[in-house]
């Protein structure tokens, strides 16, 4: 009889491993989806070329998500079948991926706050011309919200990647615990035990005991053999 093994919770009630088999799902759609579109991209690099930090950039993110959706159906078949080798890859997966995400994002941050404010604005009145409406004000304002809305996706990304993280390595673990618990038996509180013959004074002191001697026993006269007893 194996150990019970509690199942460990996410988000105050929920099981991880449903955790893990929603997760998986959004990553292999999400991760396809966006792989798809950055291959699109790469193969149109012929006609519409980027500078080559752009097209580095682009390779890595395409082939990041990949990677990302590929191992979401590792994910999603070791939570289906228990395995815990599958479930901790893709624990791995999101741990890498959250690594690249951090660096893309850090990096696209810093080309975007930057770059010069007045050419900027320069670039936001000429997209916007014949529309009379956009002026420098509103440019300049538009882009200040544009950076604070990309901070405050990206920091919001960046931590549900790693609370998903910690949901896939959490139901990894539980699945060791499981492990242990299969290879571990556990012996019941009562046991039935084998009676041993008892043991009595009389017993231990039989064949020393005076009067367990034929001679001795009960009505035999002193010196009659007990064999002569009616």
């Known amino acids: 009889m194996s150990a019970y093994v509690r199942s460990r919770k996410f988000c105050c009630c929920l099981p991880v491993r449903s955790g893990v088999f929603a ?87 810093y080309s975007v706050f930057r770059q010069n404010p007045q050419d900027a604005i320069a670039k936001c009145l000429n997209d916007a011309a014949g529309n009379t409406e956009i002026t420098t004000e509103t440019c300049q304002n538009g882009i200040a919200i544009m950076k604070g809305i990309m901070v405050a996706i990206y920091i919001v990304t960046w931590f549900i990647q790693l609370y998903a993280y910690f949901v896939v390595e959490r139901y990894a673990d539980q699945l060791g ?24 004074t009389y017993n231990g002191f039989a064949s020393s005991y005076p009067f367990t001697a034929p001679g001795q026993a009960h009505g035999v006269t002193r010196g009659q053999d007990p064999s002569d007893r009616v």
Not at 47 to 52: A, N, T, V
Not at 77 to 106: E, P, Q, Y
């Open 177 to 200: 615990d499981e492990e242990i618990a299969e290879n571990t038996i556990v012996f019941p509180r009562t046991v039935q035990e084998i009676s041993a013959p008892q043991i009595t």
């Open 23 to 109: 997760l998986s799902l959004i990553a292999m759609v999400g991760g396809s989806f966006v792989a798809a579109i950055g291959w699109i991209e790469v193969s149109q690099l012929s006609i519409h070329p980027m500078e080559k930090a752009d097209e580095v950039a682009l390779w890595i993110h395409s082939g990041m998500f990949t990677i990302l959706g590929a191992l979401a159906v590792l994910g999603f078949i070791g939570a289906l079948i228990k395995n815990r080798a599958m479930v901790s890859t893709f624990a791995v997966a999101l741990a890498v991926h959250l690594g690249f995400s951090v660096a893309s994002g850090v990096f696209t941050l």
